[in-house]
T-cell receptor, first 112, second 111 residues
Framework: DQQVKQNSPSLSVQEGRISILNCDYTNSMFDYFLWYKKYPAEGPTFLISISSIKDKNEDGRFTVFLNKSAKHLSLHIVPSQPGDSAVYFCAASDSGTYKYIFGTGTRLKVLA | NAGVTQTPKFRVLKTGQSMTLLCAQDMNHEYMYWYRQDPGMGLRLIHYSVGEGTTAKGEVPDGYNVSRLKKQNFLLGLESAAPSQTSVYFC??????????FGDGTRLSIL
């Protein structure tokens, strides 16, 4: 039973435009959410996070939005750059268990 | 600063063989994790540890064992490898309520 879902396996965006990656979760106990980026043959690297007490967190070109009532979070990348082409994973954690549950990933391709 | 180092990077095994994957971190992190990544399945948690001498089961623990005898090392063992365990294995470490740092993975093929 997938507790964290990324329903779009892939996304293509033109360079300079906005990329929006979505993630849904089912466990209401999750209180910490993260996005990771992964290039081929490398491990995932941390991008941005948000705790459940916030609804938005921004870091440069990357913004994460959290809608707790809908159990939905999204990652916005503005403007998108070719170097952003990678697989993006969202992850969620219940602070009481120390476990991080990952989604299936979305492959983003930014076209030059 | 090496971060998280996984050994080996590649390995081919025959069904029934055993092996141990080693993860070492130099950040003095309390928490360590083993994941497997399969096409269309994302990263699935196998086992994790919240401190030296402790281990706990994740989402897909069957067929694997782990040990955390030293704080900096987390070992993943396959006692009798099966083709279904062909995967890319990632180790990660973190502090409490902090993002995880990942190694570059071990690609394991079981024939």
């Amino acid at each position: 039973d997938q507790q964290v879902k990324q329903n779009s396996p892939s996304l293509s965006v033109q360079e300079g435009r906005i990329s929006i990656l979505n993630c849904d979760y089912t466990n209401s106990m999750f209180d910490y959410f993260l996005w990771y980026k992964k290039y081929p043959a490398e491990g995932p690297t941390f991008l941005i996070s948000i705790s459940s007490i916030k609804d938005k967190n921004e870091d440069g070109r990357f913004t994460v939005f959290l809608n707790k009532s809908a159990k939905h979070l999204s990652l916005h990348i503005v403007p998108s750059q070719p170097g952003d082409s990678a697989v993006y994973f969202c992850a969620a954690s219940d602070s009481g268990t120390y476990k991080y549950i990952f989604g299936t990933g979305t492959r983003l391709k930014v076209l030059a | 600063n090496a971060g998280v180092t996984q050994t080996p990077k590649f390995r081919v095994l025959k069904t029934g063989q055993s092996m141990t994957l080693l993860c070492a971190q130099d950040m003095n992190h309390e928490y360590m994790y083993w994941y497997r990544q399969d096409p269309g399945m994302g990263l699935r948690l196998i086992h994790y540890s919240v401190g030296e001498g402790t281990t706990a089961k994740g989402e897909v623990p069957d067929g694997y064992n782990v040990s955390r005898l030293k704080k900096q090392n987390f070992l993943l063992g396959l006692e009798s490898a099966a083709p279904s365990q062909t995967s890319v294995y990632f180790c990660a470490s973190s502090e409490e309520y902090q993002p995880q740092h990942f190694g570059d993975g071990t690609r394991l093929s079981i024939l």
